[in-house]
């Protein structure tokens, strides 16, 4: 088990930054996930951990160690690859045994370590399939597997679930974290899917343009988003610009162009990010804290606007709002039943509740 | 910084890049050289003989060369592309078994099959010998020779390549797409003319291509049926025969020139057109044919063509069966043994030119075997500087008629070199080995990267994070991986280079004559059984090659030209 420490990595590929002047501390045993959308730098931040590539500038050290150009077959990593790069010429047990073999253990060793972790992945009858006699998930399991095997110091999964469809990636989620609690190893997972982030992750780093923008707990990113892009990117959100207008009372005031009339929102740290004078501001309401009121009630942050869609999910019914100025904003309500649906027209006034609201500075590019 | 991987990247580079300089590009330099001298002095004079008036013959050459190759491209798409088009589209009863026979010229090597079209359709030949009797006429109505000749068979061995990629390209086209368009209102023909053909063409045009390169430097057909018919790669045997090398060297260098200006064409068009199905999972869609004339009719024209298709193998094998002396002012073979067969293994004298043409073949095969596996590593799955050129480099043997090959070696190895350690390697049995090595380097390499660009980055990657060592990957996981496409291409490199004649005749010497040069010998001597049973011994070979490709490696036919 091992610590990882990115200090100010930056990664060129000719003219092109994939990732710029990264720092990140990874705790032992810790279950860490780079989320973003592809192109963010996140793979190209992993593979410089695994050792494909090696950072332009900067260090990555393992506990202490430094690993920075250390070839990957010295730096003791299980790698799980997005098409899980199984060996297709080999069975299961043959690739599960390929890292055991390369170091050298003996052959009794390997058969009771091999036959142990296909027990633990729940494939101990395939024992003896070829690869490509196996299911997208029984794959996947063996690639898990085979990167367990060698007690790595930590491991690293690259998106993983993506190839599978929907039912199974639910399964693998719940199984990839009993075995990452059950061994206790440092885990880096890279995945562009927020639910998988927001289920599975000790610690999330949002990465956008090669750049982490935020490193926080899953409830942290979610709710304390810095800026717009996380916002946006993590959950569905609305967002609106701002312009901060006056302070009284431990209330901030912002007009928007968007609403007809002042925004109030609670100072303090959960309501207000940390932004310089000068930036532009943005407003961010998940469309679970909008509420729609039953009758016009002239309280602090209540609009008015007529329905212009209602969409039903299911476990939960969304409304959308079209304001006076024509901008759109999005309701989410548990779903209470066919009488509770509002009609496509009805004019309707609802609330944003100044503690549900964070103001945040727009992400730089 | 020089790295690890920079290091091993240069390290599989310096073979790679000695044996393709050595062998393909400093013959090459030779001949260029050779072209440009005159008497030992710098001079244009052999161009100028070339295209002057001087000697005519060789701008005939040239010119019969491009319109024999123009019309046997002609021939070869009118019959190979409606047989692909009936027997993939259509299903009718024996579909299957016609598709495989359709495929049969392929096993036949060009001088055998000349050879067996000779005794079929020659002036002694079986069919217009038959016809003269059935009809008692007093001539035989019709025989080949010269040009027609040499067109038939071009037909006959190329059409294939039009059959294979019709066939291959009908496949992969989603029936879905035929299906959008009729579903927006367009008509069969339509359909056919604005959605099926333009998603062909990429594929017929490479054929295309790639039958005037293969008949612009067709040897067997002309050297056995052109009688005094010129085509620019015979000209060049016989500027070396008559030991004229400057014009041999001229004439090569204009050869070539053409070929590869074609092989640069070939490659430019196949990358600027590229309609890859974006659309996974393609099920093959034949309509059935219900009517029952035409489904009859069908049968029929399939039974005709199996008939004329095989007819040049099952002569082969008839003639083999007769004995020398057998068979001599009769109009049909009168006896019939395995005289021919019993001598190969009995008379050393018989057996000699097999035995050369194993072992050379053998070493060719070892040769292209390991070289073909470092290259096609290098320009697969590594990153370098001059990787293009290197590829071109690679493909050049491809591109350049056997003769010239042929010609590069003598004008490089008649005298001592760096190349060949010093040694004049012409005359020797070492020369032999060598063309073949070179000649088949980019089958191997082709056949290897097809499967080597299967195999995703991350195979390689996996095994490196499990702690594998660069060689200890290579070894255990990527050499098991290609193993099936390399096998094949060289499995076929050998069975090519066991029949291969236009190299073998300009540089055999008597101590190691292969099969071909025999086979001539004894077409000279007049002894067609014993020539038929060397051309069934190859065709043996090819045929069992092929069966072991099919079957253990899951190449598919169609994947070997």
């Known amino acids: 088990m091992s610590t990882v420490n990115l200090s100010t990595i930056t990664k060129r590929f000719g003219n ?108 101990d009858q395939y024992i003896d399939r070829q690869v490509s006699q196996l299911s997208g998930g029984q794959q996947q399991r063996v690639a898990l597997a085979r990167a367990l095997v060698i007690e790595p110091d930590i491991l690293l999964l690259d998106e993983p679930l993506s190839n599978l469809d929907a039912r199974l990636r639910d399964e693998m989620r719940n199984e990839i974290l009993r075995l990452q609690r059950e061994y206790g190893i440092t885990t880096i997972y890279v995945t562009h899917d927020q639910v998988e982030a927001l289920t599975m992750s000790d610690r999330i780093a949002v990465f956008n343009f090669g750049e982490c923008q935020q490193v926080g707990t899953p409830s942290e990113i979610y709710n304390k988003p810095v800026n717009d892009f996380v916002a946006a990117f993590i959950g569905e959100t609305n967002l609106f610009s701002v312009t901060p207008d006056k302070e009284n009372e431990g209330i901030a005031v912002f007009q928007s162009t968007d609403f007809d009339k002042s925004i109030y929102v609670g100072h303090t740290e959960e309501n207000i990010g940390s932004y310089v004078e000068g930036e532009e501001l943005v407003m961010s309401i998940r469309p679970e804290a909008v509420r729609i009121l039953k009758d016009s009630d002239d309280g602090n942050n209540v609009f008015k606007g007529k329905v212009s869609l209602v969409q039903f999910t299911g476990a939960s019914v969304h409304t959308y709002i079209e304001m006076k100025n024509g901008a759109l904003i999005r309701a989410t309500d548990l779903n209470n039943g066919p009488s509770t649906y509002l009609k496509e027209g009805t004019p309707v006034s609802f609330q944003l509740p100044q503690n549900q609201i964070r103001v945040i500075p727009k992400a730089r590019e | 910084m020089l790295n690890a991987e920079r290091r091993r990247t240069i390290l599989l580079l310096i073979p790679i890049v000695l044996v393709l300089v050595g062998y393909v590009l400093y013959p090459s330099i030779e001949t260029l050289f050779e072209s440009l001298k005159k008497n030992g002095a710098f001079s244009l004079q052999n161009y100028v003989d070339f295209f002057g008036s001087k000697a005519a013959s060789n701008l005939e050459a040239l010119w019969n060369s491009v319109y024999i190759s123009l019309l046997s491209v002609l021939f070869s798409a009118l019959i190979g592309i409606p047989l692909a088009y009936i027997f993939n589209r259509y299903d009718f009863p024996g579909r299957q078994f016609f598709s495989n026979i359709a495929i049969m010229p392929i096993v036949l090597p060009s001088l055998v099959g000349v050879m067996a079209f000779m005794f079929l359709y020659g002036e002694a030949g079986l069919i217009p010998n038959a016809l003269k009797d059935l009809f008692h006429l007093s001539e035989v109505p019709f025989s080949i020779g010269g040009i027609s000749g040499i067109l038939l068979v071009h037909a006959y061995t190329m059409y294939p390549y039009f059959y294979m990629t019709t066939s291959s390209a009908l496949n992969n086209i989603d029936p879905s797409l035929e299906e959008a368009a009729y579903n927006l209102g367009s008509n069969r023909l339509s359909v056919f003319w604005k959605v099926t053909f333009p998603l062909l063409t990429p594929g017929l045009v490479a054929a295309s291509l790639l039958v005037f390169m293969v008949s612009m430097a067709s040897f067997s057909a002309p050297y056995l049926l052109a009688g005094g018919f010129r085509v620019l790669s015979l000209q060049i045997y016989f500027s070396k025969t008559n030991g004229d090398l400057d014009m041999a060297a001229t004439q090569s260098v204009i050869l070539s020139v053409v070929s590869i200006a074609f092989l640069l064409f070939m490659r430019w068009f196949q990358n600027r057109k590229d309609y890859r199905m974006a659309s996974k999972g393609i099920g093959a869609h034949r309509s059935e044919v219900s009517n029952p004339f035409l489904k009859w009719s069908m049968v029929s024209l399939g039974i005709i063509a199996m008939i004329v298709l095989l007819l040049p193998h099952v002569t082969l094998l008839v003639l083999s069966l007769v004995p020398e002396g057998a068979w001599t002012w009769q109009t049909y073979p009168q006896a019939f043994s395995f005289e021919n067969f019993r001598l190969l293994f009995e008379d050393t004298n018989i057996w000699d030119p097999v035995r050369n043409s194993l072992i050379m073949a053998a070493i060719a095969c070892a040769g292209v075997f390991v070289f073909g596996i470092i290259t096609s590593y290098a320009l697969v799955k590594r990153n370098f500087i001059g990787k293009n050129l290197l590829d071109i480099l690679v493909m050049i043997p491809w591109a350049l008629p056997a003769t010239v090959v042929g010609m590069n070696l003598i004008l490089a190895f008649n005298e001592p070199s760096a190349f060949s350690f010093g040694k004049v390697l012409v005359g020797t049995f070492w020369i032999l080995p060598l063309a073949y090595f070179v000649r088949f380097i ?30 200890y990957t290579f070894r255990r996981v990527v050499l098991p991986y290609i193993m099936p496409g390399v096998l094949s291409g060289s499995l076929l490199a050998f069975v090519q280079a066991v029949g291969e004649f236009p190299t073998s005749v300009l540089l055999y010497t008597l101590g190691n004559r292969p099969i071909s040069i025999e086979i001539m010998n004894q077409l000279r001597m007049f002894n067609l059984g014993q020539a038929a049973a060397y051309g069934m011994i190859q065709v043996g070979l090819i045929a069992i090659v092929l069966f072991i490709s099919y079957k253990f490696f899951g190449v598919k036919s169609e994947n070997t030209l």
């Open chain 1, 16 to 123: 092109v930054t994939a990732v710029k002047e990264l720092d990140l501390k990874i705790k032992e045993g810790e279950f860490f996930t780079f989320l973003g959308p592809s192109g963010c730098g996140k793979t190209t931040t992993l593979r410089m951990i695994a050792g494909f590539y090696y950072p332009t500038e900067g260090k990555v050290k393992f506990n202490e160690k430094d690993m920075t150009t250390v070839p990957p077959e010295k730096r003791n990593t299980g790698m799980v690859f997005q098409n899980y790069a199984l060996f297709p010429h080999m069975t299961v047990y043959e690739n599960v045994a390929f890292g055991l073999k390369v170091r050298r253990i003996s052959k009794n060793e390997t058969k009771s370590r091999v036959e142990d972790v296909l027990n633990k992945v729940r494939l």
């Open chain 2, 442 to 471: 980019p089958l191997v390499v082709r056949s290897t990267n097809a499967v080597l660009e299967q195999m995703d980055d991350s195979i390689e990657e996996a095994a490196q994070n499990l702690g594998a060592k660069w060689f």
